[in-house]
């Protein structure tokens, strides 16, 4: 399995994560399914793919509990479990976008899918008004909305979420988490007892 080594300098920070979807929040202007389809992608790290076929029937969202979102990709299903917080979030946009239940979770403007151009456009313009300038004229600039997908795994890693539990949300292996992300898995700092290993592998001595 050939995968590519996602780079630690391309993924964003939390901290970056946050600022640059609450200048969308207050710029998306007449595509207002820019940013919570955005804030989906971010948070339950779907492909961006997967987020915009969401229907509004592939998300349970029971009202003061935790709530469920399948995605599908390559016609593979898998169910995501949602927070009481996100499931209200996503409650309060179907209401105030008047969507049913066949209806696209976060359409364009006319009910179709939402233009990859459109939030392509201002993702970048975000970029520009929030990320320093060394970042954001370097390399960054750019960069598809799938880094928030990216940037959202890392952090799940790191937080010390099991590589299996992290794997099944994400619809990908073990294994691709390790490969793409091999800094996830270091362990430079562990406190090895070596003795207490030697004794343990020790094979039994052979007689003479």
């Given amino acids: 399995m050939s995968v590519d080594v996602m780079d630690e300098e391309w993924l964003l920070s939390v901290e970056q994560v946050r600022s640059l979807l609450e200048w969308i929040r207050g710029h998306a202007g007449a595509d207002r399914s820019v940013y919570p389809f955005m804030l989906t992608v971010a948070e339950q790290a779907l492909r961006p793919g997967e987020a915009r076929a969401l229907r509004v029937r592939d998300v349970m969202l029971p009202e003061g509990d935790g709530g469920q979102l399948t995605a599908r990709h390559r016609g593979v299903a898998r169910e995501i479990p949602l927070q009481p917080r996100f499931v209200e979030f996503l409650r309060h946009w179907i209401d105030e976008a008047g969507l049913r239940e066949g209806d696209l979770l976060f359409p364009g403007r006319r009910g179709g ?3 990859a151009s459109v939030y392509q456009q201002v993702w970048e ?13 370097s390399w960054r ?3 598809p909305i799938s880094i928030l997908r990216e940037s959202c795994l890392v952090e799940w890693l790191r937080m010390g979420i099991s590589s299996f539990a992290v794997a099944e949300l994400a619809g990908v292996t073990p294994d691709w988490l390790a490969l793409r992300y091999p800094y996830c898995f270091r362990r430079e700092d562990a406190d090895i007892d070596w003795d207490r290993l030697a004794k343990a592998m020790a094979l039994p001595e052979l007689k003479r």
């Fill in 113 to 115: 899918p939402l233009s």
């Fill in 125 to 137: 313009q975000a970029q520009e008004a929030v990320l320093p300038r060394d970042e954001r004229y």
């Fill in 141 to 143: 600039l750019g960069e």
